[in-house]
């Protein structure tokens, strides 16, 4: 049994222009997953309209922790990380997202499955372009 610490945090600029969302989500035994909520520690925000909370999450063998970043700047674009962790707590997988793309940066690409759980559960695969990985031909 291993204690994971992740962030939830919606915050915005002054100006509204820029804003930070973090989200967190378990994955049960490779298939069910489940938001992250309930209260925490309250943590500093990014920006400075908004609230971030850091939650200790318990997970079992087999369970893995995915934390989410999203960042909008300026002109309206979204960038940001998703970040896979096993029940120990080290990162495994990381992908990025930029140019309305999710793809692998860093990791073992076996866990890019629970990467396409979360842009579907999330409901951003409406607005990316690609987030799938290619099979090899």
Do not use: W
């Amino acid at each position: 049994m291993g204690k994971v610490r992740l962030t939830i945090e919606a915050s915005k600029s002054r100006s509204g222009l820029h804003a930070e969302r973090r989200l967190a989500f378990i994955v049960r035994g490779g298939v069910e997953l489940e938001e992250v909520k309930g209260e925490g520690v309250k943590v500093d925000p990014v920006y400075s309209r908004g609230d971030a909370r850091s939650i200790e999450v318990n997970l079992s063998p087999g369970d893995y922790a995915v934390q989410v970043r999203l960042a909008r700047g300026l002109r309206g674009r979204v960038k940001g990380y998703i970040i896979v962790l096993d029940s120990s707590g080290n990162v495994v997988y990381k992908s990025v997202l930029r140019k309305r793309k999710v793809r692998p940066s860093t990791g073992d690409k076996s866990y890019h499955f629970i990467v396409e759980k979360v842009v579907e559960a999330l409901k951003l695969h409406k607005y990316l372009r690609s987030y799938k990985l290619k099979q090899p031909a």
